[in-house]
């Protein structure tokens, strides 16, 4: 059984900073990809943040300069570091793992985010 959480979400105004954490766990198999993904309320999910293949950080153009992706494949773990918070990224957080064994997708559970104004 796969479990993928994710944590760190919260209340924030605008300019302050979250980290959120995702964790991947059960028989995921030792080769994935993490990415995170948004969705705010009355809109689609969107993808925020991942990797390339050679392991170079990519983001949506609204988040810029503005969060970093991490991860620790070894441990299946990922961060998104937010600053600069604006409202327009309040939103549900996801954290997706594509498992390269399973050939699937995983999903977390989401983790809100609130920035106010």
């Known amino acids: 059984q796969v479990q993928v959480v994710e944590s760190g979400g919260g209340v924030v105004q605008a300019g302050g900073s979250l980290r959120l954490s995702c964790a991947a766990s059960?028989?995921?198999?030792?080769?994935?990809?993490m990415r995170w993904y948004r969705q705010a309320p009355g809109n689609e999910r969107e993808w925020v943040a991942g990797f390339t293949s050679t392991g170079t950080t990519v983001y949506t153009d609204s988040v810029k300069g503005r969060f970093t992706i991490s991860r620790d494949s070894a441990k299946n773990t990922a961060t998104l570091q937010m600053n600069n918070l604006k409202p327009e990224d309040t939103a549900v957080y996801y954290c997706?793992?594509?498992?390269?064994?399973?050939?699937?997708?995983?999903w977390g559970q989401g983790t809100h985010v609130t920035v106010s104004s």
């Open positions: 997706n793992v594509y498992s390269i064994q399973k050939g699937r997708d995983y």
């Open positions: 059960g028989s995921i198999g030792s080769m994935n990809v």
